[in-house]
Structure formats: structure tokens, C-alpha cells
Nanobody, 122 residues
Framework: QVQLVESGGGLVQAGGSLRLSCAAS????????MGWFRQAPGKERAFVAA????????TYADSVKGRFTISRDNAKNTVYLQMNSLEPEDTAVYYC???????????????WGQGTQVTVSS
């Protein structure tokens, strides 16, 4: 059974940075693409970023390009999301997911973490 656990969320002022981590246990995720999604209050879950199995290909939502960076360390079964220049609009619960392919919609992912809260104050 694949388990994904997000960490690193918290409260930060606008312009600040956070690094989210997604740790996998129970089964390696090194052969799968991975993604980050977020869900703000009253909003649908939205794609943030994804990375292929090797870490060589990444894709981002337009809203975070140039500010967020997704990376992975397959030896640690861990995926990261470096979040810089945070804005209040980035406030959401952030979810890590294992992909069936390098997808930008939730239907492309089959395992999900429980999420970590990111709150950006103005």
C-alpha cells in the first residue's frame, strides 16, 4: 500500500518562502511521476506542479511558474515543492499525489496524501 505524507506547511507572510515535502512509505514511488495539487476554501482542487519519474521533466500551473519549483529525491522516496514569493492567493491545503502518467488533472493520479495547510498573510 502506498502512503504519502505531506509536511512543511505553515503560516508565512506574503513574499516569504516555504518548502513542502512529500514522503512515501510502504512502497517506492521512484518509477512514477508525482504531482502537487492545492485546494483553497470554496474552490476546486487545482493542479500546481508535476515531475516525471527521473526528475528531468517538470510542468507547472501558470499561476506558480517562476515562483515554485518541484523536485524529487528518489533515494529518499521524497518529493519537494519549493514555494517562493508567496502570495495570499497561494493559501490552500496542498496535496501530494502519485501519478499514473505526467498529468495536470486529478484523474491522472491514483494515490493521495492527506494534505498540509499553507496560509499566506497579506
Amino acid at each position: 500500500q502506498v502512503q504519502l505524507v505531506e509536511s512543511g506547511g505553515g503560516l508565512v507572510q506574503a513574499g516569504g518562502s516555504l518548502r513542502l515535502s512529500c514522503a512515501a512509505s510502504g512502497r517506492t514511488v521512484s518509477s512514477y511521476p508525482m504531482g502537487w495539487f492545492r485546494q483553497a476554501p470554496g474552490k476546486e482542487r487545482a493542479f500546481v506542479a508535476a515531475i516525471d519519474w527521473s526528475g528531468g521533466i517538470t510542468t507547472y500551473a501558470d499561476s506558480v511558474k517562476g515562483r515554485f519549483t518541484i523536485s524529487r529525491d528518489n533515494a529518499k522516496n521524497t518529493v519537494y515543492l519549493q514555494m517562493n514569493s508567496l502570495e495570499p492567493e497561494d493559501t490552500a491545503v496542498y496535496y501530494c499525489a502519485r501519478g499514473k502518467w505526467l498529468a495536470t488533472t486529478a484523474t491522472g493520479y491514483d494515490y493521495w496524501g492527506q494534505g498540509t495547510q499553507v496560509t499566506v498573510s497579506s
